[in-house]
């Protein structure tokens, strides 16, 4: 069993307002901290224009994160893929790979908000076309040679793109909940990575899911990280009354998901109205809280539930305060982490 820590996303929600500096601050120290405890990998999480100053630049950000770290995996967790140029990627996930020696994870997804493709000159009709042709052109930019690639997206004449990274290829995953997507990870040799949405049975079809295509694809499911984002609040409270202390915060990240869409109830049907009262129901039961023990009894259920064996731990999520994400990070691993590893 490995433990992360993230997705770190620099939110400064209305409810508890921040500068933007002091959170990429107190993120690099608490990465730093994770390191040094044992936490095998840290995970950033990427949209743009909102008020909230969602971090916008994960590539930057990684950097910044592998060198203040020394052994743990630095993941983008997940770049939306479809916004940018393949090429321009492939250069800067080979930079931040050197910079880590070796330690840097490319998390990529479709994306689906409209303000993001319109403000990039992209359609969501081209969304998985350019995802498509992006896999391939990041696969061959990290190989030895020069390439030339003809799509319908993205045409390359002869290209070297330097320098190459540490890890040959850089690892893929791909953040997907959907049947076509789960199916293109398994197909391309990429991890499936679940952020902070779902319940037990939900998680556990997903993985089931790409298992099964990673089979048709000749590729053993063993072999395949199962990595599960999960709010964690660890108090000295019970598990409700802690949930009274941070339920505002977890609800405005369900909030926001609802609002672009993707938000998803017990039985996975989707959200879309974020004043609906049924968010608080939901986001409480995707959420490990409570005392050190009711804690470690919400992961035994993850772990005996689903084939998880990767648990990024997000104690840092939008309003929560750098002593709060601290505390909870020293009490998981004191009286936590023993238990469930």
Not at 1 to 25: A, C, D, T, V, W
Not at 81 to 107: C, H, N, Q, T, W
Not at 135 to 140: D, G, M, Q, V
Not at 147 to 161: A, H, M, R, S, W
Request: charged content about 25%; overall charge negative; glycine content about 8%.
């Amino acid at each position: 069993m490995k433990f992360g820590i993230g997705y770190f996303s620099m939110q400064s929600p209305p409810h508890n307002p921040r500068p933007h500096r002091e959170l990429y601050s107190e993120m690099l120290e608490e990465v730093k901290l994770a390191d040094q405890m044992g936490f095998e990998s840290a995970w950033l999480t990427e949209h743009h224009f909102l008020d909230d100053g969602y971090c916008p630049s994960l590539m930057a950000t990684a950097a910044a994160m592998a060198a203040v770290t020394k052994k743990m995996r630095i993941g983008t967790g997940i770049l939306l893929m479809p916004l940018y140029d393949p090429v321009k990627v492939a250069e800067d996930a080979a930079v931040v790979d050197l910079i880590s020696g070796g330690r840097f994870i490319m998390g990529l997804g479709l994306g689906y908000r409209q303000e993001e493709f319109d403000a990039f000159g992209r359609t969501l009709k081209e969304r998985k076309g350019r995802m498509e042709e992006s896999l391939e052109i990041l696969t061959k930019s990290w190989a030895d040679e020069s390439f030339t690639y003809n799509g319908k997206y993205y045409q390359l004449d002869n290209i070297n793109v330097t320098p190459k990274p540490v890890q040959k290829p850089i690892p893929l995953c791909i953040g997907a909940f959907t049947e076509p997507a789960i199916r293109r990870a398994a197909r391309v040799g990429a991890f499936l990575f679940i952020p902070a949405i779902g319940v037990i049975p939900i998680i556990k079809a997903l993985f089931d899911m790409h298992s099964t295509f990673l089979k048709e694809y000749g590729r053993n499911p063993d072999d395949f990280e199962k990595p599960l984002v999960r709010e964690i609040y660890i108090s000295d409270k019970k598990r409700d009354d802690a949930w009274e202390d941070i339920k505002e915060s977890v609800t405005y990240t369900a909030k926001g998901y609802a609002s672009w869409g993707s938000m998803i109830d017990w039985e996975g049907n989707l959200i879309t109205d974020p004043t609906n009262p049924i968010i608080y129901d939901v986001a409480k039961d995707q959420t490990i809280m409570g005392t050190p023990e009711e804690c470690v009894e919400q992961i035994k259920e993850y772990q005996e539930g689903t084939p998880m064996d990767n648990l990024v731990c997000r104690f840092k999520f939008p309003g929560i305060s750098h002593e709060e994400a601290k505390r909870s990070m020293n009490l998981f691993v004191d009286k936590v982490m023993p238990h469930v590893s």
